[in-house]
Antibody
Framework: EVQLVESGGGLVQPGGSLKLSCAAS????????MHWVRQAPGKGLEWIGR??????????TYAASMQGRFTISRDDSQTTAFLQLNSLAPEDTAVYYC????????????WGLGTLVTVSS | QSVLTQPPSVSAAPGQEVTISCSGS????????VSWYQQLPGTAPKLLIY???ERPSGIPDRFSGSKSGTSATLDITGLQTGDEADYYC???????????FGGGTTLTVL
């Protein structure tokens, strides 16, 4: 069974940073592309970016609006993906989800439970 | 403004059928697989349909997906009160090089 467990969320002041983790189990983590998606309170889903597998040189792609402040990384030995959030603003307050896409030949995202990030002074 | 367009809300009575549309363009739906997600209140999104019309194991056949051109559709038959949720379509956009989602549709089972 695919399991994705996010952690690292919490309350942070404007301008601060956080590093979120996504611990994966139940599938071949090294072959999967890992995505991050966020959802502001009462709003829809907003894609942040992805990191591909070693076979694809761990290539990263980000939504244009996220470029520069957010960084996605992974550690295949720990089967964990990470999302570094910098220069946070109140509008970054959201639940942050990680999701896996098993292969490039299919389009499906299997989701974690999410972790809440609150940016407030 | 979302890249993919969904109706904000739909409603129907228990036992009835409802259809949720998702409209895009050649750069996304027209040339890439579509998936659908169900988000029950206070929970994470859950995969319902992938690759336009495939159901993951455990998803009842009351849920079905289809695609024609640059539009996709989620069909739910035999509505139950437990189906009340937000539904999102999603796909890859080849021009934006990004995953794009619809704005979400809230289903109310009257």
């Amino acid at each position: 069974e695919v399991q994705l467990v996010e952690s690292g969320g919490g309350l942070v002041q404007p301008g601060g940073s956080l590093k979120l983790s996504c611990a994966a189990s139940g599938f071949s983590f090294s072959g999967a592309t890992m995505h991050w998606v966020r959802q502001a309170p009462g709003k829809g889903l907003e894609w942040i970016g992805r990191i591909r597998s070693r076979a694809n040189n761990f290539a990263t792609t980000y939504a244009a609006s996220m470029q520069g402040r957010f960084t996605i990384s992974r550690d295949d030995s720990q089967t964990t993906a990470f999302l570094q959030l910098n220069s946070l603003a109140p509008e970054d307050t959201a639940v942050y989800y990680c999701a896996r896409r098993p292969t490039t030949g299919t389009f499906r995202l299997d989701w974690g439970l999410g972790t809440l990030v609150t940016v407030s002074s | 403004q979302s890249v993919l367009t969904q109706p904000p809300s739909v409603s129907a009575a228990p036992g009835q059928e409802v259809t949720i549309s998702c409209s895009g363009s050649d750069s996304n739906i027209g040339n890439n697989f579509v998936s659908w997600y169900q988000q029950l209140p206070g929970t994470a999104p859950k995969l319902l349909i992938y690759d336009d019309d495939e159901r993951p194991s455990g998803i009842p056949d009351r849920f079905s997906g289809s695609k024609s051109g640059t539009s996709a559709t989620l069909d739910i038959t035999g509505l139950q009160t437990g189906d009340e949720a937000d539904y999102y379509c999603g796909t890859w956009d080849s021009t934006l090089t990004a995953v794009v989602f619809g704005g979400g549709t809230t289903l109310t089972v009257l």
